[in-house]
């Protein structure tokens, strides 16, 4: 599965739902629909496996920021930035992979 959409429109809370790391809540009208919202029940076969995502740069250039203090290995490198897809972002900075962010 993969969820995707703009920053803060609930991507995590989608997933988080379904592997029952967050539980459903109802707004009840009253007693009966309270007692029901509390009976809500997650089933889930096999195995599951999340990794969110805490974001983070460094204050230097975008190559550090995708070495992240690795050595630079040139072929390595560039194969790297073709699979994140960041070819065509890398291109559009005034200094290419050496523009300083953070």
């Not at 974001?55 to 230097?60: E, G, K, Q, V």
């Not at 203090?69 to 073709?82: A, F, L, M, N, S």
Request: charged share 25%; net charge negative.
């Amino acid at each position: 599965m993969c969820v995707v959409g703009p920053v803060a429109s609930g991507k995590s809370t989608l997933v988080q739902g379904l592997i029952g790391e967050l539980l459903p809540v109802a707004l009840p009208d009253n007693d009966q629909q309270r007692q029901q919202s509390n009976d809500s029940r997650l089933n889930v076969s096999g195995r599951i496996s999340y990794a969110d995502q805490i974001p983070f740069i460094l204050n230097a250039t975008v190559r550090d920021n995708i070495l992240f203090g690795e050595p630079y290995i040139q072929d390595r490198y560039e194969r790297v930035v073709e699979a994140c897809c960041l070819t065509e972002d890398i291109e559009t900075f005034s200094h290419k992979d050496l523009t300083e962010i953070g």
